[in-house]
């Protein structure tokens, strides 16, 4: 079951990166979602470089992911973190990349969050 699981994203995931691709005005933002973390890039493909990054493993947001109940609400200050780190790079677009992950939960949460936080995409 799990190796089906991991093949089917694997498909799914190949399948979303052929048509998204970052550049430096407008980066593209990869999720991964781990089991009990989440991490989001701002990535640049023409020059392959992580323009920005942020987990729910970061320090600087370490008191108000002890404060939050679960891990959507977790995803979503990581999100919120990731857009406060875009805009000191002058970053306000994005093209989301869900990475084969449905766009649901922990992933949509995310998102939310980086829209709340002013990246648009």
Do not use: C, W
Request: charged residues 30%; glycine residues 8%; without cysteine.
């Amino acid at each position: 079951m799990i190796n089906r699981k991991s093949n089917s994203r694997l498909r799914s995931k190949t399948k979303i990166r052929k048509k998204t691709f970052g550049t430096s005005e407008k980066p593209r933002l990869t999720v991964y979602r781990s089991l009990n973390n989440m991490y989001a890039q701002l990535i640049d493909d023409v020059n392959g470089v992580t323009l920005a990054a942020a987990s729910s493993l970061n320090k600087e947001i370490e008191v108000e992911l002890k404060e939050a109940k679960g891990k959507t609400s977790r995803s979503k200050l990581v999100g919120s973190l990731l857009a406060k780190k875009a805009n000191e790079k002058n970053i306000t677009a994005a093209i989301f990349d869900r990475n084969g992950y449905r766009y649901h939960g922990r992933v949509k949460s995310l998102a939310d969050g980086a829209r709340e936080g002013g990246l648009k995409f």
